[in-house]
C-alpha cells in the first residue's frame, strides 16, 4: 500500500482469497453498495480495514478505536493485502475506511500526475477518485523518503534541512536502495545543489550504516523506528525533492456520516511524524500489540 515498495504486498492467491469472502460477504447482505458489513451514513457499521504491514495495521486500529469512543459501531479487517484489492473492496462497499498515503495513492490512480506537496496532492486526489470515495482531512504525519543524519553529524555542521548539506556533501557518502542514485542523483544537484562523495547501495541496512559511520547521509524512510532507535535525523526537504506521503483517511461516502468523519479528522488534526515513528518503535522493535499502542496514542491525545 504505501509508496511504490509496497504497491504489492499480496499475490495472487491472497487477492483470490479475499475476493471470494467478498462474494460471499455480498451474497449475504442487503447494502445497496453491495458490501457485507459496509456502514451507511444512518449509522450502520463501519469497516475499517488495512493493508499488512504493521504501520497500516497500527493505524487502522487508530482510526477503529477513534470511531468507537465517538460510539461508531466498527468491524475490524486488517491485515488485507495490497492497495489493488483494498481499492476495490472500498469502491465496493466492502470496506468503509482506509488508512492511505495520500502521494502513493495519487500515483496509483494517475501516474502521471506531478503534483508534490500535500495540498496539490489532495485537490489532486479530488479530481482521481470516484464520486463514491472521498479522502478527509490529511495529518502532518508522514511515510516518505527522507535524507537522514545521525544526531551527531547534524549538530557537528548544523544540519536542519537537506539544504545545509551544501557545504559538505562533496566530503560526505551517501547510501539507500540500488536504485536511489539513478532516481535522486540529478534530482539532488538540480535542486540543491549537492555532489556526493560517493553512493552507496546500503539498502535495508542504511539507518545501520549510518550509525557505524560507514555513510554519512542515508535514506530512511521517515517513521522507520531506527530513527528513534539510534538517534537520527531526517533533514527537511524545503523544495520537495520527496514528495507528499501524508497519512490520510480513505473513506467510501456511503459509509460514513458526520461523527465518523470528525472523529477521523481529530485524529489527522494529532498524528505528526515523529509521534508516529515513536509509535511504530514500540510495534517493531519492542514488540507490542498495534492494539494497545493504539489505545495509549488516543488517550494521550483526548481521543479515548
Given at each position: 500500500m504505501k509508496r511504490s515498495r509496497r504497491a504489492v504486498l499480496l499475490g495472487t492467491l491472497a487477492a483470490l482469497a479475499l475476493g471470494a469472502t467478498a462474494c460471499s460477504s455480498s451474497a449475504n447482505s442487503s447494502n445497496p453498495l453491495g458490501g457485507g458489513s459496509s456502514a451507511s451514513a444512518s449509522g450502520g457499521t463501519v469497516v475499517v480495514g488495512s493493508a499488512n504491514f504493521p504501520e497500516n495495521v497500527l493505524l487502522g486500529s487508530i482510526y477503529s478505536?477513534?470511531?468507537?469512543?465517538?460510539?461508531?459501531?466498527?468491524?475490524?479487517?486488517?491485515?488485507?493485502?495490497?492497495?489493488?484489492?483494498?481499492?476495490?473492496?472500498?469502491?465496493?462497499?466492502n470496506l468503509t475506511v482506509l488508512p492511505e498515503y495520500n502521494g502513493a495513492?495519487?500515483?496509483?490512480?494517475?501516474?502521471?500526475n506531478t503534483a508534490v506537496t500535500t495540498q496539490d496532492v489532495n485537490a489532486a486526489l479530488a479530481k482521481a477518485l470516484p464520486s463514491?470515495?472521498?479522502?478527509?482531512?490529511?495529518?502532518?504525519?508522514?511515510?516518505?523518503?527522507?535524507?537522514?543524519?545521525?544526531?551527531e553529524t547534524a549538530d557537528k555542521y548544523g544540519l536542519k534541512s537537506i539544504s545545509d548539506l551544501a557545504a559538505k556533501a562533496g566530503e560526505f557518502v551517501i547510501g539507500g536502495p540500488p536504485e536511489f542514485k539513478s532516481r535522486?542523483?540529478?534530482?539532488?544537484?538540480?535542486?540543491?545543489?549537492?555532489?556526493?562523495?560517493?553512493?552507496?547501495?546500503?539498502?535495508?541496512?542504511?539507518?545501520?550504516?549510518?550509525?557505524?559511520?560507514?555513510?554519512?547521509?542515508?535514506?530512511?524512510?521517515?517513521?522507520?523506528?531506527?530513527?528513534?532507535?539510534y538517534k537520527l535525523v531526517p533533514l527537511t526537504d524545503p523544495k520537495?525533492?520527496?514528495?507528499?506521503?501524508?497519512?490520510?483517511?480513505?473513506?467510501?461516502?456511503?459509509?460514513?456520516?458526520?461523527?465518523?468523519?470528525?472523529?477521523?479528522?481529530?485524529?489527522?488534526?494529532?498524528?505528526?511524524?515523529?509521534?508516529?515513528?515513536?509509535?511504530m518503535k514500540r510495534v517493531s522493535v519492542d514488540k507490542e500489540d498495534p492494539a494497545t499502542v493504539a489505545k495509549d496514542w488516543l488517550k494521550a491525545n483526548g481521543l479515548a
Open positions: 478505536q477513534a470511531l468507537k469512543a465517538k460510539g461508531v459501531k466498527v468491524e475490524e479487517k486488517f491485515n488485507i493485502g495490497s492497495r489493488e484489492v483494498l481499492y476495490g473492496q472500498l469502491q465496493s462497499g495513492l495519487l500515483a496509483y490512480l494517475d501516474a502521471k463514491s470515495l472521498t479522502v478527509l482531512d490529511s495529518s502532518p504525519a508522514e511515510d516518505k523518503d527522507s535524507l537522514s543524519v545521525t544526531q535522486r542523483e540529478q534530482q539532488f544537484k538540480d535542486a540543491y545543489g549537492l555532489t556526493f562523495k560517493e553512493w552507496k547501495p546500503t539498502a535495508d541496512t542504511t539507518a545501520n550504516a549510518l550509525k557505524d559511520g560507514s555513510i554519512q547521509v542515508g535514506n530512511v524512510f521517515t517513521t522507520d523506528p531506527k530513527i528513534v532507535q520537495s525533492v520527496f514528495g507528499a506521503q501524508n497519512i490520510t483517511p480513505l473513506v467510501n461516502k456511503a459509509g460514513v456520516d458526520a461523527t465518523a468523519t470528525a472523529a477521523l479528522n481529530a485524529v489527522s488534526a494529532k498524528l505528526d511524524t515523529a509521534g508516529l515513528t515513536g509509535l
